[in-house]
């Protein structure tokens, strides 16, 4: 009897340990967990964080993520709606949001990625076939001078209706509707990055470097024209202070001279005799040299105080 009792409470023991290793498993955060029964979900997902019970051995237990994936795509070349090939990058955020469905539907996140890859990449590719260059390097609230020389000519001529944010809108909208059917839920699609093919950057540069020549001949222009007024404006403000000062200078000599003339006169005015006699000795001083010749009669007046002295 007593080793009956003892088998049984061997067999409860082991029982026991088997339902505590297989029987119960712990969920962290973050995760999500399907319980299958060979192979076939069981039950709804368990989303709850912490410890849960199984049948042992029967049941088993795939684990989801529950937090926020990223997707990345491949950049491709799409051509837009006036023909210009561009190299679009997007990426997109999304959760595994019926882990049951998503089980059943694609089975693991790296088959979710190809699934998203053909979802997004087909809603992108169809919605920049629709819309011209400027929409999808352009944001709706875009204004008219703010753009580069790349787009600037298309740009002037067509005005934005949509713009980038908008389309990446429409994108998520058109792609939502396809995913809760594989038990996904897009959280948002972003452009990372819009690129010009080889042939068309290099008409893109050649048109910025254009633009920028043009911009630096209408700078070197309006400098020489200011340069040119502050120049005239220097010239004629020189000429100004030229003339007022050679004003000045004879103004000032005119008097200077007056006095003169005048202390001169009131001088030779008391001896009009010696004022006479120095202007001759000054004709003399200057008329005759050594080699000077002339020939006057014995009674000119030039001789006049030259006769006196004999």
């Known amino acids: 009897m007593n080793t009956i009792v003892r088998y049984i409470l061997i067999i409860l023991v082991v029982a026991a340990g088997i339902t505590v290793w297989d029987g119960f498993f712990i969920l962290p955060e973050g995760k999500q967990v399907v319980v299958t029964q060979f192979g076939a979900p069981v039950g709804e997902p368990t989303t709850e964080a912490g410890l849960h019970f199984k049948t042992p051995f029967i049941q088993d237990v795939r684990y989801f993520e529950k937090r926020v994936m990223i997707w990345?795509?491949?950049?491709?070349?799409?051509?837009?709606?006036?023909?210009?090939?561009?190299?679009?990058?997007?990426?997109?955020?999304?959760?595994?949001?019926?882990?049951?469905?998503?089980?059943?539907?694609?089975?693991?996140?790296?088959?979710?990625?190809?699934?998203?890859?053909?979802?997004?990449?087909?809603?992108i590719r169809d919605l920049v076939n629709k819309n011209n260059l400027v929409?999808?390097?352009?944001?709706?609230?875009?204004?008219?001078?703010?753009?580069?020389?790349g787009v600037a000519e298309q740009a002037k001529a067509e005005p934005i209706k949509l713009g980038r944010d908008k389309i990446s809108q429409l994108i998520f909208d058109s792609a939502s509707k396809l995913t809760?059917?594989?038990?996904?839920?897009?959280?948002?699609?972003?452009?990372?990055?819009?690129?010009?093919?080889?042939?068309?950057r290099l008409k893109v540069y050649e048109r910025m470097i254009s633009?920028?020549?043009?911009?630096?001949?209408?700078?070197?222009?309006?400098?020489?024209?200011q340069k040119a007024e502050i120049l005239g404006k220097v010239q004629r403000e020189l000429k100004?202070?030229?003339?007022?000062?050679?004003?000045?200078?004879?103004?000032?000599k005119g008097k200077a001279d007056a006095e003169a003339a005048g202390i001169y006169a009131e001088a030779y005015n008391?001896?009009?005799?010696?004022?006479a006699f120095s202007k001759s000795l000054e004709a003399y001083a200057s008329t005759v040299g050594k080699n000077t010749r002339m020939i006057l009669s014995t009674d000119?007046?030039?001789?006049?105080y030259m006769q006196s002295l004999q």
């Open 180 to 200: 809760p059917d594989y038990g996904i839920e897009l959280v948002d699609v972003m452009f990372k990055r819009v690129n010009y093919i080889e042939s068309v």
């Open 72 to 123: 990345d795509g491949d950049p491709n070349q799409i051509p837009t709606n006036d023909k210009t090939f561009v190299y679009v990058d997007a990426t997109a955020r999304w959760r595994i949001s019926d882990a049951l469905r998503f089980l059943q539907a694609v089975n693991n996140e790296d088959r979710a990625m190809t699934i998203l890859d053909d979802i997004i990449d087909s809603t």
């Open 135 to 149: 929409e999808i390097i352009r944001s709706s609230d875009w204004v008219q001078g703010a753009f580069d020389s």
């Open 240 to 252: 100004e202070i030229t003339s007022k000062a050679t004003r000045e200078a004879e103004e000032i």
């Open 270 to 275: 008391k001896n009009p005799e010696f004022y």
């Open 300 to 304: 000119a007046e030039f001789y006049r």
């Open 211 to 225: 633009e920028r020549k043009r911009i630096a001949a209408e700078k070197r222009s309006l400098g020489e024209g």
